[in-house]
């Protein structure tokens, strides 16, 4: 068992670092708002940390899971950051999904220092954080990597090394891509089905155990014909996270025409005061 630091608390980053301590990992954690940090402990064993700095001093590994490029170089460089408090030879495992840029920037900024660094996006949803069944993709060392996926083994279903650092986050891109492709069509399909006045569900049961089938039409069908959006990935976050897809795009020469209307449609939904709604509310435009 291992000693670590788990730096933000939010849907993800909460359940995420219970399951460290369910394995009987020494947890440490530092959020933003100490109530929440205060609320772990309650839930969970451990202990609770003013700073990232305090909390990362004397971790094997430290974890992160905040909101953004910003939120991420705060924890780890700034005033009381994580890796002025890390030991030489510790780990650092970013979950955050950010630019590979600041990956990148941060890998060399721990390199420095004598840390190492692996970037770890993850997707599963708070669903998938609150269950342990994580689809983790990795970049950094193989030797980093090594050392870190035993850690990660405590809340992923699947944990994968893609390539060198900013590779996870490469990847935790497509992944973006994919889904906003897969909740348009959803959600059209499931529009189109209610104006022709087929039964949803019935649709559904038949064509989700063939080539159409996939996580989001399984998981959140029932939902999207309810009306019923109070929960899941934000589309906020959503946003933030297919801005960064687009921008990488533009900056290596590859055409995202699909993900950049849905981004748009995204924003059609923010301006209908749905922004902290599941990125299945997509169909409330069609509606």
């Known amino acids: 068992m291992a000693k670590v630091a788990f730096l933000g608390l939010g849907v993800m980053g909460f359940p995420m670092a219970g399951h460290l301590a369910a394995k009987g990992h020494e947890v440490t954690v530092y959020n933003r708002s100490p109530a929440k940090a205060g609320a772990w402990v309650t839930k969970h064993k451990g202990q609770t940390a003013a700073t990232p700095r305090e909390a990362a001093e004397g971790a094997e590994f430290v974890m992160a899971c905040v909101g953004n490029d910003d939120d991420l170089a705060q924890v780890c460089t700034g005033e009381g950051g994580a890796f002025s408090g890390m030991t030489p030879g510790a780990v650092f495992v970013d979950h955050t999904t950010v630019s590979a840029s600041i990956t990148r920037t941060l890998g060399e900024k721990a390199k420095a220092l004598g840390l190492h660094f692996v970037d770890a996006p993850v997707s599963g949803g708070q669903a998938g954080a609150e269950n342990g069944q994580l689809s983790i993709m990795c970049g950094g060392t193989p030797e980093d990597y090594a050392r870190a996926e035993p850690v990660m083994a405590a809340y992923a279903r699947i944990c994968r090394l893609i390539g060198p650092q900013g590779a996870g986050q ?103 005061g749905g922004g902290r709604n599941d990125t299945s509310s997509l169909i409330r435009r069609l509606k």
């Not at 006045?197 to 649709?203: A, I, T, Y």
């Not at 039409?217 to 029932?222: I, P, Q, V």
């Not at 899941?232 to 025409?257: E, N, S, Y």
Request: one cysteine or more; hydrophobic letters at 50%.
């Open 170 to 272: 490469l990847a935790k891109m497509m992944n973006q891509i994919c889904i906003a492709g897969l909740m348009q069509g959803l959600s059209e399909a499931l529009a189109f089905g209610q104006k022709a006045g087929l039964d949803g569900e019935k649709v559904v049961e038949v064509i989700s155990q063939g080539a159409a089938g996939s996580w989001q039409m399984a998981n959140r069908h029932k939902t999207m014909l309810a009306d019923q959006f109070d929960f899941g990935f934000a589309v906020d976050w959503m946003r933030k996270d297919l801005h960064i897809c687009l921008q990488t795009a533009d900056d290596i020469g590859a055409r995202l025409p699909v993900t950049a209307l849905v981004d748009q449609f995204y924003k059609d939904v923010q301006l209908m």
